[in-house]
């Protein structure tokens, strides 16, 4: 469990992707300014291109995510959603366009950026062989919390995520909520601004979903923190998103509030009917969804299959 899955798609040799873990890696002190201080987006993407080799996974990505939203991104397998969400975090190079969080350019300002956020990566994140609490505190080493805040820090993400009672278990007894719930805690600890969560609920059962989910808006009700999501569920996204973009085929379709968006198929379609986020989502993915050249790849299939079960 410690490890990506064997089988995991490589990033090709030309990528300068710096490794999954660069990320938590010790913040050097070097590329300061700080946050302004003017309220500010907390992500402004424009123009955002990505290619691996001839494939363009981001293919001019525009997107603003308000400080302070819940705000969902959606799209069919390979949409190119976690590698836009790659690039926010600076794991992966902005090569063309530019991406900004709360003001601080990912490419030339990457610390700075980093301290901002929180992220739940798609893949694995938590380690099987150590209990919930070193699992956290390890993240809050690695994050620069301060020494002698750790423990309490730890304590209290433990309590946010309601993982208190199992902290001194191994995380490999978890079950696949649990673990979950572990990995935004490790991504709570640092107190970020922006909460990155790919596919936080991929693969549990309809309750472990709605407590991943409860335990997400209570943070972020309790420090006003700005929450970026990806997620295969409609349901969730029409009920805890404030607004969505649709991705598909690397670009922002459609954007609104899910209301604003079933209003407006609503009002395209003229028909009387009442059409759901979903109807809005396989209206956009369009035939895409069914063309195995366009999306549901082979290997997008085989990534949200290990996701899954590791977290099932
Ligand atoms: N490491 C990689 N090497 C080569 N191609 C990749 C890599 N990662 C992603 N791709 C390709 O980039 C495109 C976008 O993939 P991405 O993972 O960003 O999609 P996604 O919207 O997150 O999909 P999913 O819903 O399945 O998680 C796809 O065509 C995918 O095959
Ligand atoms: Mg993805």
């Not at 902005?94 to 991406?99: D, E, K, L, S, W």
């Not at 805690?185 to 549990?204: C, F, H, K, M, Y």
């Not at 009920?239 to 379709?253: I, T």
């Amino acid at each position: 469990m410690t490890d990506a899955p064997a089988d995991a798609p490589r990033e090709p040799a030309t990528d300068t992707d710096a490794p999954a873990d660069a990320l938590h890696g010790p913040a050097a002190d070097t590329d300061a300014p700080r946050e302004p201080a003017t309220a500010v987006d907390a992500v402004t993407c424009s123009g955002l291109r990505y290619c691996f080799g001839g494939t363009r996974a981001v293919d001019g990505l525009d997107l603003t995510v308000g400080a302070g939203e819940v705000f969902g991104l959606l799209g069919p397998n390979g949409a190119g959603k976690t590698t836009a969400i790659r690039c926010v975090t600076t794991l992966l190079p902005v090569p063309r366009g530019m991406v900004r969080v709360f003001g601080h350019d990912a490419a030339g300002e990457r610390m700075a950026v980093r301290r901002l956020l929180g992220y739940v990566p798609q893949q694995l994140s938590a380690d099987a062989g150590l209990t919930g609490r070193e699992n956290v505190a390890l993240f809050a080493r690695v994050f620069d919390v301060p020494r002698r805040e750790r423990a309490a820090r730890v304590g209290q993400a433990l309590e946010a995520v309601g993982l208190a009672d199992a902290a001194d278990r191994m995380a490999g007894t978890y079950s696949g909520g649990m673990v979950r719930r572990l990995e935004l805690a490790q991504a709570l600890v640092s107190a970020p601004r922006l909460l990155i969560l790919d596919e936080p609920t991929i693969g549990l059962d309809p309750i472990a979903r709605t407590g991943v989910w409860e335990h997400i808006l209570a943070v972020r009700a309790a420090g006003g923190m700005t929450v970026l999501v990806t997620t295969h569920y409609m349901d969730e996204a029409a009920q805890y998103c404030d607004r969505v973009a649709l991705m598909h085929k690397g670009r922002v379709r459609a954007l609104g509030t899910p209301a604003r968006l079933t209003d407006d198929l609503r009002a395209r379609r003229g028909d009387g009917s009442s059409p759901t986020l979903e109807d809005v989502f396989r209206d956009v993915a369009g035939s895409g969804l069914d063309d195995p050249g366009e999306g549901g790849e082979f290997r997008d299939v085989r990534r949200t299959r290990n996701t899954a079960s590791r977290v099932g």
